[in-house]
């Protein structure tokens, strides 16, 4: 019976980020990308794949210079803020 909530509370929780991102994307946000050991970024999110695997972003401004369009591996963001 445990195993059934658990999972029922998994795909709740699932659907509500799935709900997220969709929301998010619909608009261009300015965002603050924080990248492991590294200083945060700032760029305009786009979107993101449903696995969470892939973030793009425009106009990403790094220490190094601005980069119009990159897809940063979901497994190096650290978080993502949003201006709204």
């Known amino acids: 019976m ?3 909530i ?4 998994a795909m709740a929780l699932r659907q509500r980020s799935l709900h997220f ?5 619909q608009e261009s946000y300015p965002a603050k ?3 492991p050991d590294s200083k945060p970024v700032n760029g305009i999110f786009i979107a ?8 793009r972003i425009n106009r990403l ?14 497994s190096d963001v650290d978080a993502i803020e949003f201006s709204l």
Do not use: C
Request: aromatic share 6%; charged share 25%.
């Open 61 to 74: 401004q790094t220490p190094l210079g601005t980069y119009d369009k990159v897809v940063l591996r979901g």
């Open 21 to 25: 991102w969709i929301a998010a994307s």
């Open 6 to 9: 658990d999972s029922e509370i």
């Open 2 to 4: 445990n195993d059934k």
């Open 48 to 55: 993101t794949d449903a696995q969470e695997h892939r973030v």
């Open 33 to 35: 990308i924080t990248i």
